[in-house]
């Protein structure tokens, strides 16, 4: 691992709540709820709620989320896991600025009437009392889903919620997440004119299980960032609209090579989008299932792909000016940024 990596201020823009919690807590969890797991044992249980290094398959990559999923449907635990998420990420990897996400519908509980509200408040407190310990501000952005297991009516709360918390510069966007082999950007539509409507920047997966081609469809009803967006190679003409709308691309790895969107890490193309003058971003999306960290994310890039240390400087650059904040707050950062940079 290279040390002036580790000490860079960074800045992650793509990071899944539930994919950040650490192992220690699920086991915890497990404890003080009563829930049963395969092994009481932190080491052992690994093996099960974090994917191999040797991981390529989605279905591998999902199927740990089942062993602890419905144990984050507590108010104290969403706190916490909030919580520690904005810890580690600032005393493993120095993020400065983050953006967690998250889709309340699948946190609810009607067994203890805990609504999408009571989701998104718990997980605002945890983020509250992390900004007060720790040095680093945390953007929520909110997820629609892809019509899978959540309804149209709780993708509109969700937007609702969006709008709610906005004005007070908790929520910071939305983005759209789950299957888009299955379910494309162009179903969301109203959403996503709503979003724009009310001003809410936007975020969405796209590229990454599906084709180019749901890239242009998500940049055309307004997305500003796609989360992966690693199929546009396919297509140049969509490559050129990336680059000469600025718009960002959101970046994770490992994350693309244990899902299997890319066969080998040397096959990603994240070089070729640098090189071609794409605006890219580094970020994690689910550390704790991946088992790996922003530092480790850099550090492949800067291993691999033989990014240097100002072209690393320069990704991170690049996640400050598409964050989700305002000219004033990325001013602020950028100052703080180039003096940890250059010293
Ligand atoms: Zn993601």
């Known amino acids: 691992m290279n040390k002036e990596i580790v000490k860079l201020p960074k800045i992650d823009l793509h990071r899944h709540l539930d994919g950040s919690v650490r192992v220690e807590t699920i086991l915890?969890?497990?404890?003080?709820?009563?829930?049963?797991?395969?092994?009481?044992?932190?080491?052992?249980?690994?093996?099960?709620?974090?994917v191999s290094p040797q991981c390529r398959s989605l279905s591998e990559f999902l199927k740990t989320f089942d062993f602890f999923y419905n144990f984050l449907k507590f108010p104290?635990?969403?706190?916490?896991?909030?919580?520690?998420?904005?810890?580690?990420?600032?005393?493993?990897?120095?993020?400065?600025?983050?953006?967690?996400?998250?889709?309340?519908?699948?946190?609810?509980?009607?067994?203890?009437?805990?609504?999408?509200?009571?989701?998104?408040?718990?997980?605002?407190?945890?983020?509250?009392?992390?900004?007060?310990?720790?040095?680093?501000?945390?953007g929520v952005i909110l997820c629609l889903y892809r019509y899978y297991n959540i309804t149209e009516e709780q993708n509109l709360k969700t937007l609702k919620l969006a709008e709610k918390y906005f004005s007070s510069g908790e929520?910071?966007?939305?983005?759209?997440?789950?299957?888009?082999?299955?379910?494309?950007?162009l179903l969301y539509k109203k959403f996503f004119d709503y979003a724009k409507m009310i001003g809410i920047p936007i975020t969405c997966?796209?590229?990454?299980?599906?084709?180019?081609?749901?890239?242009?469809?998500?940049?055309?009803?307004?997305?500003?960032?796609?989360?992966?967006?690693?199929?546009i190679y396919e297509d140049e003409e969509i490559m050129k609209i990336v680059k000469n709308e600025g718009l960002t691309l959101e970046i994770c790895l490992t994350s693309n090579l244990q899902t299997q969107v890319v066969d080998s890490?040397?096959?990603?193309?994240?070089?070729?989008?640098?090189?071609?003058?794409?605006?890219?971003t580094i970020n994690t999306d689910d550390p704790s299932v991946s088992n790996i960290d922003l530092n480790h994310e850099l550090n492949l890039a800067y291993d691999v792909f033989?990014?240097?240390?100002?072209?690393?400087?320069?990704?991170?650059?690049?996640?400050?000016?598409?964050?989700?904040?305002?000219?004033?707050?990325?001013?602020?950062?950028?100052?703080?940024?180039?003096?940890?940079?250059?010293n």
């Open 28 to 50: 915890d969890i497990a404890k003080k709820h009563n829930f049963s797991l395969p092994t009481n044992d932190v080491n052992e249980l690994k093996k099960y709620v974090q």
């Open 76 to 138: 104290d635990v969403l706190e916490r896991i909030a919580y520690e998420s904005c810890q580690d990420a600032v005393e493993k990897e120095n993020v400065k600025y983050l953006e967690l996400r998250f889709a309340p519908p699948l946190q609810t509980n009607p067994e203890i009437r805990f609504s999408e509200e009571d989701v998104l408040k718990s997980i605002l407190n945890g983020i509250k009392y992390a900004q007060r310990d720790f040095k680093i501000k945390v």
């Open 171 to 185: 929520v910071v966007g939305i983005d759209l997440a789950g299957d888009e082999s299955k379910y494309s950007v």
């Open 205 to 231: 997966h796209a590229g990454e299980a599906a084709d180019a081609k749901e890239v242009l469809n998500a940049i055309k009803l307004g997305a500003k960032r796609i989360g992966h967006g690693i199929h």
């Open 265 to 280: 890490i040397e096959k990603h193309p994240i070089k070729k989008y640098y090189d071609y003058g794409i605006k890219i």
């Open 306 to 342: 033989k990014f240097n240390l100002d072209d690393i400087k320069k990704i991170i650059l690049n996640a400050l000016e598409s964050a989700f904040i305002s000219d004033k707050e990325k001013r602020n950062l950028l100052e703080e940024f180039n003096k940890e940079f250059y």
